[in-house]
């Protein structure tokens, strides 16, 4: 079951060059990404009512998307324009057509009710572009339903374990050793956490406390900010949130898009702020973070399988690090649970 009236992530924005058209799934549903040349963003169903084969195995042509079959040609309000050989529109020739938005470098396509799609809804990010960060991006596919991969992020205590070569080991470990401070927000949570007396890097062995915070809003997006200080400023704090300017400052942009309920495509961007780190050495930190983003995807993609084979009432152990992940999914919950009524009260 699936959110419908939420922006999802489609696509980053520099998949989409200008006149050109892709095809995405989202929440099992086909839909068409194009531009037009003077790059015009628009969003129809991948699917041509003719023949059902998709749109984005077509072309743009001004600010229309040819069938790249039969040639039957629709515009950006979805409405067929042209079928080749035929003197009239033959009836059910449309196709549906979504809001979509472009925001800090990501293609945000809402899957619901057109009349409800609010741009204010979308989450704040970082986006590639930016002066004050080199950023690097990237995506990955699971074969995993989406909501196991929001329970990983809501619950970072797994670096330790999961990446203790990679991520665990190069921020000097520790994430499982408190609970974080878990707060609700309009739809979604807010998760905050001091790392103290850690290593700076593998390398360097001065101490820093690192002040951790990231907001997890539905449908599963993750933006994250980790500033490091000298050793000693998460008391000088109150282990509060800090008010000076970091040594370090680096931040994440992750979006969870379901496919379908057993495929999720994964998007992310590590960056850092650009006045404190070269270039340079970002690509060997997003190397290891790539090398974690995989070890992530072997145990999700397992933990799928196992969950596939065992019965739905069996009883799961609860811990404290869980906490996050159950607060969200009551969250998702209610959220689709008003919206299925919502729905019903429509229809009745």
């Given at each position: ?24 799934t ?22 041509c009512?003719?023949?059902?084969v998709?749109l ?17 040609v ?34 945000w ?51 330790d ?9 190069a ?8 609970v ?160 299925e ?8």
């Amino acid at each position: 079951m699936f959110l419908k009236n939420c922006w999802y992530v489609g696509a980053w924005s520099h998949e989409l060059a200008a006149g050109n058209v892709i095809g995405r799934t989202i929440i099992g549903e086909p839909v068409a990404l194009y531009r037009t040349q003077e790059g015009a963003l628009h969003a129809v169903a991948d699917r041509c009512p003719h023949r059902w084969v998709p749109l984005s195995l077509g072309r743009v042509e001004g600010d229309a998307l040819r069938c790249g079959y039969h040639g039957l040609v629709f515009g950006p309000d979805g409405r067929c324009q042209h079928i080749p050989g035929a003197d009239r529109i033959v009836p059910g020739a449309n196709v549906r057509t979504f809001p979509v938005e472009e925001r800090d470098s990501w293609l945000w396509v809402w899957m619901g009710d057109p009349a409800r799609a609010d741009p204010a809804l979308i989450p704040s990010a970082f986006g590639l572009n930016d002066p004050r960060w080199t950023m690097r991006a990237d995506q990955i596919d699971y074969a995993a339903n989406y909501m196991l991969i929001n329970d990983n992020l809501l619950d970072l205590s797994h670096v330790d374990f999961v990446h203790e070569k990679t991520l665990g080991a190069a921020t000097d470990y520790g994430w499982s050793d408190e609970v974080p401070r878990v707060k609700p927000l309009d739809r979604g949570v807010r998760i905050e956490r001091w790392l103290t007396g850690r290593r700076q890097s593998q390398t360097n062995p001065n101490l820093v406390d690192t002040w951790s915070t990231y907001d997890y809003l539905a449908p599963g997006v993750f933006i994250m900010e980790n500033k490091s200080y000298p050793h000693g400023m998460a008391e000088r704090c109150g282990f509060g949130e800090p008010g000076d300017k970091p040594m370090t400052y680096r931040v994440e942009q992750q979006a969870v898009t379901p496919i379908n309920d057993r495929e999720t495509r994964y998007f992310f961007a590590t960056g850092f702020d650009a006045t404190n780190l070269p270039g340079h050495l970002v690509e060997g930190i997003f190397s290891l973070v790539m090398s974690a983003f995989k070890e992530d995807r072997a145990i999700i993609e397992a933990q799928q399988l196992l969950w596939d084979r065992t019965d739905a009432s069996m009883a799961k152990a609860f811990i404290p690090s869980d906490k996050a992940p159950a607060m969200f999914r009551r969250i998702m919950d209610s959220l689709i649970r008003e919206e299925e009524a919502a729905g019903a009260a429509a229809a009745a």
